[in-house]
């Protein structure tokens, strides 16, 4: 796999591809301090401050169905994802341009209700949409929005940082939204508190961004990310930004009240609905162990989350889940953009 | 057409969308110098200098066609048509993103030279890509690219500024871009200059940066935007926004050669081209009319592209294209998003 050609897509898979793009790049001007890679982009612009931009897009039938969400929570979650790509390099949300491609014979009341969602979400968290673009589809809805922040480059927060010895850790709690995604691809519906907890969590995910500023600001992070396609497939990027490995202690993963009450009906182990589901949206970050009391007081003091110590990170490649016994725990099938 | 309702995005069109989106965006912060509804929006960033962002996506079988475009040719025009919208605000182009939905089985290939097409058009304008998001379809290709860009507070050009009395102008000229997709829509393939330019001027637009900052930096425009839809359609968006009507000559619009050497061979009327076609990008503005041989020779002096005087604005609203006779001259069928 090197250069053109080297086959589709779905067989190549979107790390493949991301690695392939950042080959194409090139030299980028001295003004970007962070290109393709990490959660956002990141470039100077006032004295030691820096514009972060990113861009998360969402294809119907591919991230969503129209019959299992309102358009609301579609534009919802459009926003809430870039707002947590921001959370993650430790920064604060500003102005967003959203691009929607619809079909002609959609009702202008969806088009209106996916903005109104993307407006809400924004507005819960301090971004404000500035412009965006309208075009015709021949039948799929298309979110596309890319969302501008800005943090104080001496707070930020990349993936490369982490170093051996650190603790990993983890915000709130895990696997909520795969849950919710299992009730509905199951078609379960019985109004239980756990399930409606569970499709919120899917549909209107709320980025971690006083958690991220929290972490930032107490300064003894090494390494951020947001866990937007699971821990399986999140924990590795971190490590290979960072040339390390990483062990986690599954018995330490916080699993969502509502994925493991829910785990029996969707016939889903929660542990694994919790490392390999994605779309939590939780902050994955390391910082030295001594410092994992002081990380935490302050995350919970500012936002009353609690943080959560995982694993550690150790020398060499390759991420491992360890069950309590000492056996490796093998993630489930990941979630891929590619494969049907 | 007024709140919910109303309609499919097809019977409403573009410009009632947009104009329902506004209603919905509510108060935007004071940093906001320009909103929804121009090329670009602008906040304020350093003291004096201007943040633009703009975006627009493309989606296959709507914006374009394999069969017709050369990947790159796609990569390419996605970021031109950015990049002239920062021009058309008078700004200067910065950093990128890209977000990409593509089919699992699509070959890498493809999608590398898509990618190369967004660094060549970028790289030639000095425009640079920092991210992006790759993500499945079940079908299309879509391309949405989000720009930043720069301007001067006091050099910044919008839609709004234009005054009855003034004068109406464009850049180089027009119609090519449409000789170009009639000729690929009626097969056309006698490889002959005229046809090899219309394609070109079709697949890979060139933005007019150089002319935009040339006009801006001769602080004598009003009114400016890019010729994105044709001058029939984007001319009464200046004239909204600017309270104003405009009276366009008909003889006087600047016919593109390849249009007028192509027109009995696709069966459509040159002039008609030029006013309704569309993807020309070329930019479109306004000054008083004693300023009109002085912006016209700056813009010369720095690149060499003529400047043209089409007509006038008046008070009032509504556009009107007149012939050398007097009489109207109705422009053919518009280019719509949302109708097949």
């Given at each position: 796999m090197s250069g053109r050609g080297g086959g589709t897509l779905g067989a190549l898979g979107e790390d493949q591809m991301v690695a392939r793009f950042r080959r194409l790049v090139g030299r980028l001007p001295d003004s970007v301090l962070l290109g393709p890679g990490d959660d956002?982009?990141?470039?100077?612009?006032?004295?030691?401050?820096?514009?972060?931009?990113?861009?998360?897009?969402?294809?119907?039938?591919?991230?969503?169905?129209?019959?299992w969400a309102l358009p609301e929570q579609i534009g919802w979650k459009a926003m809430a994802q870039n707002m947590?790509?921001?959370?993650?390099?430790?920064?604060?949300?500003?102005?967003?341009?959203?691009?929607?491609?619809?079909?002609?014979?959609?009702?202008?009341?969806?088009?209106?209700?996916?903005?109104?969602?993307?407006?809400?979400?924004?507005?819960?968290?301090?971004?404000?949409?500035?412009?965006?673009?309208?075009?015709?589809?021949?039948?799929?809805?298309?979110?596309?929005?890319?969302?501008?922040?800005?943090?104080?480059?001496?707070?930020?927060?990349?993936?490369?940082?982490?170093?051996?010895?650190?603790?990993?850790?983890?915000?709130?709690?895990?696997?909520?939204?795969?849950a919710g995604l299992a009730a509905l691809q199951q078609g379960l519906s019985d109004g239980s508190p756990e399930l409606e907890r569970a499709l919120e969590a899917h549909h209107q995910p709320r980025p971690r961004l006083a958690e991220a500023r929290a972490i930032a600001l107490a300064r003894r992070a090494t390494a951020m990310m947001d866990l937007s396609d699971g821990l399986a497939d999140d924990l590795p990027r971190l490590c290979l930004e960072s040339g390390v490995g990483a062990r986690v202690f599954s018995e330490r993963i916080p699993v969502d009240p509502a994925c493991l009450a829910l785990s029996a009906r969707v016939r889903r182990d929660a542990l694994q609905m919790a490392i390999?589901?994605?779309?939590?949206?939780?902050?994955?970050?390391?910082?030295?162990?001594?410092?994992?009391?002081?990380?935490?007081?302050?995350?919970?003091a500012k936002t009353g989350t609690p943080v959560t110590r995982i694993g550690e990170i150790v020398a060499g490649t390759g991420v491992s889940f360890v069950r309590p016994d000492g056996r490796?725990?093998?993630?489930?099938?990941?979630?891929?953009?590619f494969t049907p």
């Open positions: 956002a982009a990141a470039l100077r612009s006032q004295p030691g401050r820096l514009l972060l931009l990113t861009c998360d897009m969402m294809v119907e039938d591919i991230h969503f169905r129209r019959a947590s790509d921001i959370a993650a390099m430790g920064g604060q949300p500003g102005a967003a341009v959203c691009s929607l491609a619809a079909p002609g014979d959609l009702e202008a009341e969806v088009t209106d209700r996916i903005a109104q969602g993307l407006f809400r979400a924004a507005s819960e968290y301090g971004a404000f949409l500035v412009g965006g673009d309208l075009v015709g589809s021949r039948g799929a809805i298309v979110v596309d929005v890319a969302l501008t922040g800005w943090v104080e480059e001496e707070l930020m927060l990349r993936r490369r940082g982490a170093r051996p010895g650190e603790a990993i850790l983890v915000t709130g709690a895990l696997g909520a939204s795969a390999s589901g994605g779309e939590d949206y939780e902050l994955l970050f390391t910082c030295p162990q001594a410092a994992v009391g002081e990380v935490a007081a302050a995350v919970a490796a725990l093998e993630p489930e099938s990941r979630f891929s953009h």
